[in-house]
């Protein structure tokens, strides 16, 4: 075979090959394009409300750095209103350790938010009131859930006024994985 004819055909080979490539590449790109959207879901706008009662659980320690400066944990339970994913609210209980001077509280917790079907939701947040009785505000990223609530993952903000609470915020859902056969 002379070298013209061996170049052409190398050639020729590599530019099916490479055609080959590029098409296995696009459809790759179309499953999983196609994947992603088949298993996720829009942002859900959403927002709920409550009262907290006082906390069943109180406990403070003084920073030792400035009067009135003091370490705290509280948790109480409270009501909920809404309803997520098509299930009502039913009620929930906060967990959180503050940071309180005589010029602000600073709250970082977690709330459990309970469902009629028994479903939860699980609740971060961080809040900054200016004083213990004075209304505030937190933000909130969801973390996960149970039943229904499965894959849920959202943050909104809240207003905190003496133990009410009314929140807006997003979330998103995975739908759930199909069954394999």
């Known amino acids: ?47 709920f409300s409550g009262k907290c ?7 403070s320690i003084p920073a030792g750095d400035a009067d009135g400066h003091t370490f705290s944990l509280a948790s ?5 209103t809404g309803d997520v994913n098509g299930v009502a609210a039913k009620d929930g209980v906060y967990a959180e350790h503050q940071d309180v001077t005589a010029k602000q509280v600073k709250a970082w917790g977690v709330y459990v938010e309970s469902f009629e079907n028994g479903d939860k939701i699980f609740y971060n947040y961080q809040s900054v009131l200016p004083d213990k009785a004075a209304p505030g505000r937190n933000k909130y990223q969801i973390t996960g859930g149970t039943g229904k609530m499965k894959g849920i993952k959202g943050s909104g903000t809240c207003k905190l006024d003496a133990g009410n609470y009314a929140c807006t915020g997003e979330y998103t859902i995975a739908a759930p994985a199909t069954a394999k056969n």
Not at 9 to 22: D, I, M, Q, R, Y
Not at 53 to 59: E, G
Not at 76 to 80: R, V
């Open 53 to 59: 009662d006082n906390p069943d659980v109180a406990q």
């Open 1 to 47: 075979m002379s070298d013209s004819a061996y170049s052409r055909c190398t050639l020729g080979n590599f530019k099916s090959k490479e055609k080959h490539v590029k098409f296995k590449i696009f459809y790759a790109c179309a499953v999983f394009a196609f994947a992603l959207a088949t298993t996720t879901s829009a942002q859900t706008k959403n927002s």
């Open 76 to 80: 109480a339970k409270c009501t909920a």
